[in-house]
Nanobody
Framework: QVQLVESGGGLVQPGGSLRLSCAASGSIFSINGWGWYRQAPGKQRELVASIISGGVTNYADSVKGRFTISRDNAKNTVYLQMNSLKPEDTAVYYC?????????WGRGTQVTVSS
C-alpha cells in the first residue's frame, strides 16, 4: 500500500513563491510518474505539471515558465516550485503518483494567493 502526503501550502501574496512537497510512503519500487493537480471551488480539477519515469516534464500553459516540477527518487518525493504566483493559482493542490501502474492521490494542500 502506498500513501501520499502533501505539504507546503499556505497564504502568499501575488508575485510570491511557494514550494509544495509530496512524500510517498510504503513499498515504493516502481514509480511510473508523478503529477500535480489543482482544483478551485466550483471548478474542474486540472493537471498542473507532471514528470514521468524518464524525467520528461509537462506543464499546463497557465503555469509554464512559473512552476517547476522536480523529484528526489531517493526520498520518493516530488516537488512543485511555484514562482510569480497569481490569484488565479488559488486552489487545493493534489499530488498524484502512478506506481506499478496504479494511481494514488494525496489529500491536498491549500494554496491561497491574495493581497
Amino acid at each position: 500500500q502506498v500513501q501520499l502526503v502533501e505539504s507546503g501550502g499556505g497564504l502568499v501574496q501575488p508575485g510570491g513563491s511557494l514550494r509544495l512537497s509530496c512524500a510517498a510512503s510504503g513499498s515504493i519500487f516502481s514509480i511510473n510518474g508523478w503529477g500535480w493537480y489543482r482544483q478551485a471551488p466550483g471548478k474542474q480539477r486540472e493537471l498542473v505539471a507532471s514528470i514521468i519515469s524518464g524525467g520528461v516534464t509537462n506543464y499546463a500553459d497557465s503555469v509554464k515558465g512559473r512552476f517547476t516540477i522536480s523529484r528526489d527518487n531517493a526520498k520518493n518525493t516530488v516537488y512543485l516550485q511555484m514562482n510569480s504566483l497569481k490569484p488565479e493559482d488559488t486552489a487545493v493542490y493534489y499530488c498524484n503518483l502512478v506506481h506499478a501502474r496504479i494511481n494514488y492521490w494525496g489529500r491536498g494542500t491549500q494554496v491561497t494567493v491574495s493581497s
